[in-house]
């Protein structure tokens, strides 16, 4: 007991020493023995990820030896955490969400704030993917230099790593302006749903020879002006083939083909997150049914509830009998 106490004394005398507030010195030592175990807290005893952070640096890597680079959408704590413990390299939070986690018609409704609070919800997740996030449209078209400052806010406020705008030739200055400021820029050329009403809908793009030499002029443009990467979308796999070859940056492509330096798709369209019957764009391939399966879940639940099956003994807590008694003697519910 005497060492006990002349350790506990030692302990003190230490944080005594320290010049800041007592809550920095604990809470190191604390957080040693307390997990998130809360049934709320999606990270509660899950084992660190020991992937090591992605960078520009392995994209670059990637893009050198050949291999291919994922990217997939995340637009909230949960989607960010199973894209992140994936081995995702690259999470998007595209602005895609407008439509799959806020139900609007596209992508033209959606606020740079509301996009900074989903960029914040999937940073708090992927820790170890390199996170992009989408400048919305109406932020960054007017001025490089709105551009900018919508930019800052999106790494400062968002918390990611990076930001996508779309657009080509026109957006070269834009991407310059952002790049030249320390701050990495996705680019996105092709068919550009942010413009979708100029291009008349969500239509292919590059399909004549005219309209394949506009994209490559807007690929080797934004590739000049400073951007790390860009998507190239809805694209013919042949032309996407083509253009990759001829950049020094990688091409992530979505309905471009396997030609691409990597591939993006939106999460919650390749996890089958809707009921049948729902739009889905042809390049993409469902790899599961999430619909079907919370729906089971959900049924099954429903179901135990009413029949009051659920919850079972082994969902509750146990109390002695004699605390039960004692508590039933305070009720008044003892036997006569």
Known sequence: MSRSISIAKGSCALLSQNTRPASFAVKPLLSQWQGRNSSHSPMGGVGGNLRKKITLNTIRTLYKKG??????????????????????????????LAMVAMGMEDTSEVLLEE?????????????????????????????????????????KEGRVHGVKLEGGIEMAPTIKKITTAGIPV??????????????GGFRVQGKTAAGATKILEDALAIQEAG???????AVPAEIAALITKKLSIPTIGIGAGNGCSGQVLVQVDM????????????????????????????????????????PAPEHTYPISKEELAEFERVLGYQDV
């Open 67 to 96: 291999e291919p680079i994922t990217m997939l959408t995340a637009h909230d704590f949960p989607s960010g955490h199973v894209a992140d413990a994936a081995g995702i390299e690259i999470v998007l939070v595209g602005d895609s």
């Open 115 to 155: 996009m900074l609070l989903h960029c914040r919800s999937v940073s708090r997740a992927a820790k170890t993917s390199l996170i992009i996030g989408d400048l919305p449209m109406g932020c960054y078209e007017i001025a490089p230099e709105q551009a900018l400052e919508s930019a800052i806010r999106v790494i």
């Open 186 to 199: 996705l680019a996105h050329i092709g068919l550009t749903p942010q413009r979708q009403n100029a291009l």
């Open 227 to 233: 951007a790390f990467a860009t998507v190239l979308e």
């Open 271 to 310: 996890t089958g997150n809707f009921p049948p019957g729902r739009f889905i764009p042809k390049f993409v391939k469902k790899y599961g049914d999430v619909w079907s399966e919370s729906m089971k879940a959900i049924e099954a639940y429903r179901d135990e509830t009413k029949s009051r099956a659920y």
